[in-house]
Protein backbone atom coordinates (compact mmCIF):
# COMPACT_ATOMS: atom_id res chain seq x y z
CA UNK A 1 0.00 0.00 0.00
CA UNK A 2 1.37 3.33 -0.99
CA UNK A 3 0.17 6.60 1.32
CA UNK A 4 0.38 10.14 0.52
CA UNK A 5 -0.18 12.96 3.10
CA UNK A 6 -0.54 16.26 2.59
CA UNK A 7 0.84 18.95 4.65
CA UNK A 8 4.12 19.69 5.99
CA UNK A 9 3.95 20.00 9.89
CA UNK A 10 3.92 18.65 12.93
CA UNK A 11 0.19 16.89 12.05
CA UNK A 12 1.81 15.85 9.38
CA UNK A 13 5.13 14.36 10.99
CA UNK A 14 2.56 12.43 13.56
CA UNK A 15 0.43 10.86 11.32
CA UNK A 16 3.12 9.56 8.57
CA UNK A 17 5.05 8.02 12.02
CA UNK A 18 1.90 6.73 12.64
CA UNK A 19 1.18 5.03 8.98
CA UNK A 20 4.72 3.63 9.36
CA UNK A 21 3.25 1.24 11.95
CA UNK A 22 0.99 -0.42 9.61
CA UNK A 23 2.89 -3.50 7.61
CA UNK A 24 0.85 -3.56 4.76
CA UNK A 25 2.74 -0.05 3.90
CA UNK A 26 5.20 0.06 1.58
CA UNK A 27 6.01 3.61 1.13
CA UNK A 28 4.83 6.83 2.98
CA UNK A 29 5.04 10.17 0.60
CA UNK A 30 4.51 13.48 2.01
CA UNK A 31 4.01 16.16 0.08
CA UNK A 32 5.73 18.94 0.72
CA UNK A 33 6.31 17.73 4.17
CA UNK A 34 9.27 19.09 6.01
CA UNK A 35 12.99 17.25 6.91
CA UNK A 36 12.28 16.58 10.13
CA UNK A 37 10.32 13.54 9.08
CA UNK A 38 12.65 12.17 6.35
CA UNK A 39 12.88 9.00 8.61
CA UNK A 40 9.52 8.17 8.34
CA UNK A 41 8.29 9.45 5.06
CA UNK A 42 9.65 10.03 1.19
CA UNK A 43 9.33 13.62 0.90
CA UNK A 44 7.55 15.33 -2.26
CA UNK A 45 8.52 18.88 -3.23
CA UNK A 46 4.90 19.85 -4.03
CA UNK A 47 3.07 22.42 -2.28
CA UNK A 48 -0.12 21.49 -0.51
CA UNK A 49 -2.33 24.15 -2.52
CA UNK A 50 -0.97 22.27 -6.06
CA UNK A 51 -3.54 19.98 -6.66
CA UNK A 52 -3.31 19.77 -10.50
CA UNK A 53 0.25 18.49 -9.32
CA UNK A 54 -0.80 16.60 -6.28
CA UNK A 55 -2.94 14.84 -8.23
CA UNK A 56 -0.41 13.68 -11.12
CA UNK A 57 2.09 12.45 -8.43
CA UNK A 58 -0.69 10.36 -6.89
CA UNK A 59 -1.56 8.88 -10.27
CA UNK A 60 2.43 8.20 -11.17
CA UNK A 61 2.64 6.28 -8.10
CA UNK A 62 -0.72 4.88 -7.98
CA UNK A 63 -1.04 5.83 -4.33
CA UNK A 64 -3.95 3.77 -2.47
CA UNK A 65 -5.17 6.25 -0.05
CA UNK A 66 -4.47 10.03 0.51
CA UNK A 67 -4.61 11.58 3.86
CA UNK A 68 -4.82 15.73 3.89
CA UNK A 69 -3.83 17.40 7.13
CA UNK A 70 -4.09 21.32 6.49
CA UNK A 71 -7.17 23.22 5.66
CA UNK A 72 -5.68 25.65 2.53
CA UNK A 73 -5.42 21.82 0.55
CA UNK A 74 -9.14 21.84 1.64
CA UNK A 75 -10.49 25.19 0.48
CA UNK A 76 -8.45 24.53 -2.84
CA UNK A 77 -11.00 21.71 -3.74
CA UNK A 78 -8.09 18.97 -3.67
CA UNK A 79 -10.71 15.83 -2.27
CA UNK A 80 -13.28 17.38 -5.45
CA UNK A 81 -10.68 16.71 -7.86
CA UNK A 82 -9.52 13.29 -6.18
CA UNK A 83 -12.38 11.89 -5.99
CA UNK A 84 -13.48 12.77 -9.14
CA UNK A 85 -10.14 10.74 -10.67
CA UNK A 86 -11.45 7.81 -9.12
CA UNK A 87 -8.47 8.27 -6.12
CA UNK A 88 -9.27 7.10 -2.53
CA UNK A 89 -9.37 10.76 -0.10
CA UNK A 90 -9.70 11.03 3.27
CA UNK A 91 -10.87 14.73 3.12
CA UNK A 92 -13.96 16.56 3.44
CA UNK A 93 -15.02 18.51 -0.28
CA UNK A 94 -14.45 21.89 -0.76
CA UNK A 95 -18.37 22.44 -0.08
CA UNK A 96 -18.37 20.15 3.01
CA UNK A 97 -14.83 22.18 4.13
CA UNK A 98 -16.58 25.86 4.25
CA UNK A 99 -17.80 24.68 7.64
CA UNK A 100 -13.90 25.93 8.68
CA UNK A 101 -12.97 28.90 6.30
CA UNK A 102 -16.01 30.53 7.01
CA UNK A 103 -17.12 31.31 10.65
CA UNK A 104 -20.30 32.87 9.35
CA UNK A 105 -21.38 29.35 7.32
CA UNK A 106 -20.52 27.28 10.12
CA UNK A 107 -22.49 29.88 12.58
CA UNK A 108 -25.52 29.26 10.46
CA UNK A 109 -25.31 26.01 10.15
CA UNK A 110 -25.34 25.65 14.05
CA UNK A 111 -27.95 28.05 14.03
CA UNK A 112 -30.11 26.13 11.78
CA UNK A 113 -30.15 22.35 13.41
CA UNK A 114 -29.75 23.99 16.81
CA UNK A 115 -26.27 22.65 17.58
CA UNK A 116 -25.37 24.46 20.70
CA UNK A 117 -23.40 26.82 20.46
CA UNK A 118 -22.60 31.42 21.17
CA UNK A 119 -24.97 33.60 19.96
CA UNK A 120 -23.85 36.01 17.35
CA UNK A 121 -24.05 39.02 14.74
CA UNK A 122 -22.27 38.99 11.08
CA UNK A 123 -20.88 42.35 10.19
CA UNK A 124 -19.55 43.39 6.42
CA UNK A 125 -18.32 46.70 7.83
CA UNK A 126 -16.75 48.52 10.84
CA UNK A 127 -19.89 51.11 11.33
CA UNK A 128 -22.21 48.84 12.10
CA UNK A 129 -20.04 46.41 14.16
CA UNK A 130 -18.97 49.38 16.43
CA UNK A 131 -22.65 50.27 16.64
CA UNK A 132 -23.70 46.70 17.93
CA UNK A 133 -20.99 46.14 20.46
CA UNK A 134 -21.89 49.51 21.63
CA UNK A 135 -25.23 47.87 22.67
CA UNK A 136 -23.88 44.73 23.89
CA UNK A 137 -21.59 44.00 27.22
CA UNK A 138 -17.65 43.31 26.93
CA UNK A 139 -15.92 41.19 26.82
CA UNK A 140 -16.55 40.16 23.11
CA UNK A 141 -15.12 37.42 20.79
CA UNK A 142 -14.53 38.55 17.25
CA UNK A 143 -13.67 36.59 14.59
CA UNK A 144 -12.27 37.26 11.30
CA UNK A 145 -14.27 34.75 8.52
CA UNK A 146 -11.71 33.22 6.37
CA UNK A 147 -8.80 30.93 6.88
CA UNK A 148 -6.85 32.14 9.88
CA UNK A 149 -3.98 28.95 10.66
CA UNK A 150 -5.81 29.02 14.16
CA UNK A 151 -5.48 33.04 14.67
CA UNK A 152 -7.85 35.88 13.42
CA UNK A 153 -9.52 35.58 16.52
CA UNK A 154 -9.66 38.47 19.30
CA UNK A 155 -10.95 38.52 22.64
CA UNK A 156 -11.92 42.03 23.94
CA UNK A 157 -12.30 42.83 27.49
CA UNK A 158 -12.66 46.47 27.05
CA UNK A 159 -14.99 48.32 24.29
CA UNK A 160 -11.82 49.78 22.87
CA UNK A 161 -10.33 46.96 21.89
CA UNK A 162 -13.03 45.70 20.49
CA UNK A 163 -13.04 48.75 18.16
CA UNK A 164 -9.21 48.22 17.65
CA UNK A 165 -10.38 44.45 16.37
CA UNK A 166 -13.07 45.40 14.05
CA UNK A 167 -10.51 48.50 12.22
CA UNK A 168 -8.22 45.53 11.88
CA UNK A 169 -10.13 43.37 10.65
CA UNK A 170 -11.69 45.68 7.87
CA UNK A 171 -8.38 46.59 6.80
CA UNK A 172 -8.33 43.35 4.20
CA UNK A 173 -11.21 44.56 1.75
CA UNK A 174 -13.88 42.24 1.76
CA UNK A 175 -13.38 40.99 5.18
CA UNK A 176 -16.22 40.34 7.26
CA UNK A 177 -16.56 39.17 10.96
CA UNK A 178 -18.70 37.48 13.29
CA UNK A 179 -18.59 39.13 16.95
CA UNK A 180 -20.06 36.11 19.32
CA UNK A 181 -21.09 36.60 22.92
CA UNK A 182 -18.01 35.54 25.50
CA UNK A 183 -17.92 31.91 26.62
CA UNK A 184 -16.98 31.11 30.20
CA UNK A 185 -15.75 27.60 30.94
CA UNK A 186 -13.03 24.80 30.71
CA UNK A 187 -11.97 24.33 26.87
CA UNK A 188 -11.50 20.76 25.22
CA UNK A 189 -11.53 19.50 21.69
CA UNK A 190 -12.66 16.22 20.08
CA UNK A 191 -11.76 14.85 16.74
CA UNK A 192 -13.47 12.59 15.15
CA UNK A 193 -13.21 10.26 11.87
CA UNK A 194 -16.28 10.95 9.96
CA UNK A 195 -17.84 9.93 6.60
CA UNK A 196 -21.19 10.81 6.24
CA UNK A 197 -23.54 9.92 8.61
CA UNK A 198 -20.80 7.60 10.79
CA UNK A 199 -19.27 9.35 13.26
CA UNK A 200 -15.90 7.84 15.61
CA UNK A 201 -14.42 9.77 18.20
CA UNK A 202 -10.73 10.06 19.32
CA UNK A 203 -10.24 10.83 23.34
CA UNK A 204 -10.61 14.01 23.94
CA UNK A 205 -7.51 16.73 24.69
CA UNK A 206 -7.02 20.00 25.90
CA UNK A 207 -4.98 22.71 23.94
CA UNK A 208 -3.93 25.73 25.43
CA UNK A 209 -4.51 28.43 22.57
CA UNK A 210 -3.01 31.89 23.87
CA UNK A 211 0.74 32.25 23.55
CA UNK A 212 1.67 32.98 27.01
CA UNK A 213 1.33 31.23 30.50
CA UNK A 214 -1.56 31.40 32.10
CA UNK A 215 -3.42 32.09 28.95
CA UNK A 216 -1.82 35.56 27.83
CA UNK A 217 -1.25 36.88 24.76
CA UNK A 218 -2.48 36.53 21.73
CA UNK A 219 -4.17 33.69 19.96
CA UNK A 220 -2.21 30.84 18.19
CA UNK A 221 -2.26 27.93 16.42
CA UNK A 222 -2.08 26.33 19.86
CA UNK A 223 1.05 26.26 22.36
CA UNK A 224 0.75 22.67 23.87
CA UNK A 225 -1.78 19.89 24.30
CA UNK A 226 -2.55 17.10 26.93
CA UNK A 227 -4.49 13.75 26.80
CA UNK A 228 -6.32 12.47 28.79
CA UNK A 229 -8.57 15.12 30.28
CA UNK A 230 -9.68 14.59 33.43
CA UNK A 231 -12.54 17.22 33.44
CA UNK A 232 -14.02 15.81 30.55
CA UNK A 233 -15.68 12.94 32.02
CA UNK A 234 -17.04 9.97 29.91
CA UNK A 235 -20.81 10.98 30.22
CA UNK A 236 -19.55 14.90 29.19
CA UNK A 237 -17.78 12.72 26.26
CA UNK A 238 -21.02 11.14 25.50
CA UNK A 239 -23.39 14.58 25.93
CA UNK A 240 -20.32 16.11 23.26
CA UNK A 241 -21.18 13.17 21.02
CA UNK A 242 -25.29 13.74 21.21
CA UNK A 243 -25.51 17.14 21.37
CA UNK A 244 -23.18 18.22 18.71
CA UNK A 245 -20.66 15.86 16.84
CA UNK A 246 -23.51 13.34 15.36
CA UNK A 247 -25.69 16.18 14.57
CA UNK A 248 -23.24 18.24 12.82
CA UNK A 249 -22.40 15.27 10.58
CA UNK A 250 -26.24 14.71 9.98
CA UNK A 251 -26.37 17.97 9.10
CA UNK A 252 -23.71 18.23 6.55
CA UNK A 253 -25.81 15.04 4.79
CA UNK A 254 -29.25 16.87 5.41
CA UNK A 255 -27.30 19.99 3.40
CA UNK A 256 -26.24 17.85 0.55
CA UNK A 257 -22.43 18.14 1.45
CA UNK A 258 -21.90 15.04 3.27
CA UNK A 259 -18.55 15.10 5.00
CA UNK A 260 -15.92 13.30 5.36
CA UNK A 261 -12.78 13.26 6.57
CA UNK A 262 -11.48 14.30 10.49
CA UNK A 263 -14.43 16.47 11.59
CA UNK A 264 -12.59 18.74 14.95
CA UNK A 265 -14.82 20.49 17.40
CA UNK A 266 -13.83 23.53 19.86
CA UNK A 267 -16.00 23.05 22.58
CA UNK A 268 -16.06 24.80 25.62
CA UNK A 269 -18.23 23.37 28.75
CA UNK A 270 -19.75 25.81 30.45
CA UNK A 271 -22.20 26.51 33.40
CA UNK A 272 -25.27 26.51 31.19
CA UNK A 273 -24.19 23.04 29.33
CA UNK A 274 -21.84 22.27 25.94
CA UNK A 275 -21.06 25.16 23.84
CA UNK A 276 -19.31 24.74 20.53
CA UNK A 277 -16.44 27.41 19.85
CA UNK A 278 -15.75 26.35 16.12
CA UNK A 279 -15.44 23.55 13.85
CA UNK A 280 -12.66 22.75 11.87
CA UNK A 281 -12.29 20.54 9.08
CA UNK A 282 -9.39 18.73 9.72
CA UNK A 283 -7.43 17.03 12.51
CA UNK A 284 -6.00 19.99 15.09
CA UNK A 285 -2.24 20.49 15.47
CA UNK A 286 -1.15 20.00 17.93
CA UNK A 287 -3.70 17.76 19.13
CA UNK A 288 -2.80 15.10 16.17
CA UNK A 289 0.65 14.88 17.86
CA UNK A 290 -1.03 13.47 20.88
CA UNK A 291 -3.96 11.98 19.99
CA UNK A 292 -2.05 9.98 17.28
CA UNK A 293 0.62 8.29 19.92
CA UNK A 294 -2.22 7.14 22.43
CA UNK A 295 -4.13 5.41 19.49
CA UNK A 296 -3.65 1.37 19.86
CA UNK A 297 -5.99 0.43 16.85
CA UNK A 298 -4.16 1.03 13.61
CA UNK A 299 -4.70 4.15 11.88
CA UNK A 300 -5.41 3.24 8.20
CA UNK A 301 -7.37 0.88 8.92
CA UNK A 302 -9.61 2.57 10.61
CA UNK A 303 -10.21 5.63 7.81
CA UNK A 304 -10.96 2.50 5.18
CA UNK A 305 -13.62 1.01 8.16
CA UNK A 306 -15.21 4.63 8.08
CA UNK A 307 -14.73 5.21 4.64
CA UNK A 308 -16.73 1.48 3.96
CA UNK A 309 -19.17 2.70 6.09
CA UNK A 310 -17.96 -0.10 8.98
CA UNK A 311 -17.73 0.15 12.26
CA UNK A 312 -14.59 -0.29 14.11
CA UNK A 313 -14.06 0.13 18.32
CA UNK A 314 -11.03 2.28 18.91
CA UNK A 315 -8.20 1.43 21.52
CA UNK A 316 -6.01 4.17 23.39
CA UNK A 317 -2.99 4.44 25.92
CA UNK A 318 -4.48 4.58 28.88
CA UNK A 319 -0.98 7.12 30.11
CA UNK A 320 -1.16 10.72 30.05
CA UNK A 321 0.11 12.44 27.09
CA UNK A 322 1.60 16.03 27.19
CA UNK A 323 2.66 18.07 23.70
CA UNK A 324 4.95 21.55 24.17
CA UNK A 325 5.21 23.64 21.22
CA UNK A 326 8.13 25.34 20.54
CA UNK A 327 7.85 28.09 18.67
CA UNK A 328 9.55 31.20 16.76
CA UNK A 329 9.63 33.86 19.98
CA UNK A 330 7.59 36.28 17.81
CA UNK A 331 4.75 34.29 17.05
CA UNK A 332 2.18 34.97 16.20
CA UNK A 333 2.89 38.15 14.55
CA UNK A 334 6.17 36.54 12.94
CA UNK A 335 8.22 33.20 12.58
CA UNK A 336 12.02 32.92 12.86
CA UNK A 337 13.93 31.58 10.27
CA UNK A 338 17.31 30.27 9.72
CA UNK A 339 17.84 29.95 13.62
CA UNK A 340 19.94 26.68 14.70
CA UNK A 341 18.37 24.71 17.07
CA UNK A 342 20.74 22.48 18.97
CA UNK A 343 20.09 19.26 21.43
CA UNK A 344 18.16 17.56 19.29
CA UNK A 345 20.02 14.45 19.37
CA UNK A 346 19.71 14.48 23.16
CA UNK A 347 16.03 13.80 23.20
CA UNK A 348 14.65 11.05 24.41
CA UNK A 349 10.86 11.08 23.47
CA UNK A 350 9.19 12.01 20.36
CA UNK A 351 9.38 15.22 18.74
CA UNK A 352 7.68 15.61 16.31
CA UNK A 353 8.98 18.37 13.73
CA UNK A 354 6.39 21.38 12.73
CA UNK A 355 8.62 24.08 10.96
CA UNK A 356 12.07 23.00 10.99
CA UNK A 357 14.68 22.81 7.82
CA UNK A 358 18.23 21.40 7.55
CA UNK A 359 21.31 23.07 6.51
CA UNK A 360 25.02 22.25 6.75
CA UNK A 361 23.80 18.96 8.70
CA UNK A 362 22.31 21.51 11.62
CA UNK A 363 18.68 21.55 12.35
CA UNK A 364 17.37 25.27 11.90
CA UNK A 365 14.60 27.15 12.11
CA UNK A 366 12.12 27.64 10.11
CA UNK A 367 8.04 28.85 10.93
CA UNK A 368 5.95 30.34 13.39
CA UNK A 369 5.74 26.74 15.33
CA UNK A 370 8.60 24.59 15.03
CA UNK A 371 8.69 22.00 17.15
CA UNK A 372 5.84 20.04 19.57
CA UNK A 373 7.83 17.65 22.02
CA UNK A 374 5.66 15.00 23.22
CA UNK A 375 6.26 12.67 26.52
CA UNK A 376 4.05 10.26 28.11
CA UNK A 377 3.65 9.13 31.86
CA UNK A 378 2.06 7.10 34.16
CA UNK A 379 0.12 10.78 35.52
CA UNK A 380 -0.16 14.00 33.55
CA UNK A 381 2.45 15.31 36.25
CA UNK A 382 4.91 12.45 35.30
CA UNK A 383 4.53 13.36 31.04
CA UNK A 384 4.95 17.02 32.14
CA UNK A 385 7.77 16.86 33.64
CA UNK A 386 8.92 14.51 31.20
CA UNK A 387 7.98 16.65 28.70
CA UNK A 388 9.76 19.88 30.26
CA UNK A 389 13.28 18.00 30.39
CA UNK A 390 13.17 16.98 26.91
CA UNK A 391 12.38 20.96 26.03
CA UNK A 392 15.23 21.93 28.33
CA UNK A 393 18.00 19.69 26.38
CA UNK A 394 16.93 21.73 22.96
CA UNK A 395 18.62 24.55 22.89
CA UNK A 396 17.70 28.25 20.25
CA UNK A 397 18.17 31.46 21.21
CA UNK A 398 14.70 32.22 19.16
CA UNK A 399 12.47 30.15 20.12
CA UNK A 400 9.97 29.88 23.41
CA UNK A 401 7.79 27.75 24.84
CA UNK A 402 4.69 28.16 27.35
CA UNK A 403 5.78 26.44 30.80
CA UNK A 404 2.16 25.46 31.85
CA UNK A 405 1.19 22.88 29.68
CA UNK A 406 -1.20 20.65 31.40
CA UNK A 407 -1.78 22.94 34.72
CA UNK A 408 -5.36 22.98 33.73
CA UNK A 409 -6.61 20.22 34.84
CA UNK A 410 -4.50 19.77 38.38
Not at 177 to 189: A, R
Not at 326 to 336: F, L, Q, R, V
Not at 339 to 344: D, Q, S, T
Amino acid sequence: MNILIIGKGGREHAMAWKCKQNKSVNTIFVAPGNKGMKDVATLVPIIETDVVALLAFAKEKKIDLTIVGPETSLEKGIADVFLHAGLPIFAPTKAASKIEWSKDYCKSIMEKYAIPTADYETFLDATNAIAYIKNQQAPFVIKEDGLKAGKGVTIAYTLDEAESAIHTAFEQEGNKIVIEEFLDGFEYSLIAFVHENRVIPFEVAQDHKRAHDGDRGLNTGGMGVYSPVKKITPTIIEQTMQQVMQPMADAMCKEGIPFTGFLYGGLMLTQKGIKTIEFNARFGDPEAEILLPRLQTDFIEVIQHVMNKKNIALEFDHNAYVGVVMASENYPEGDTKGAVIKGLEQTTELVFHMGTDEKNNQWITNGGRVLCVVAKGQTLQDAKEKAYQQVNNIHCDKLSYRTDIGAKDE
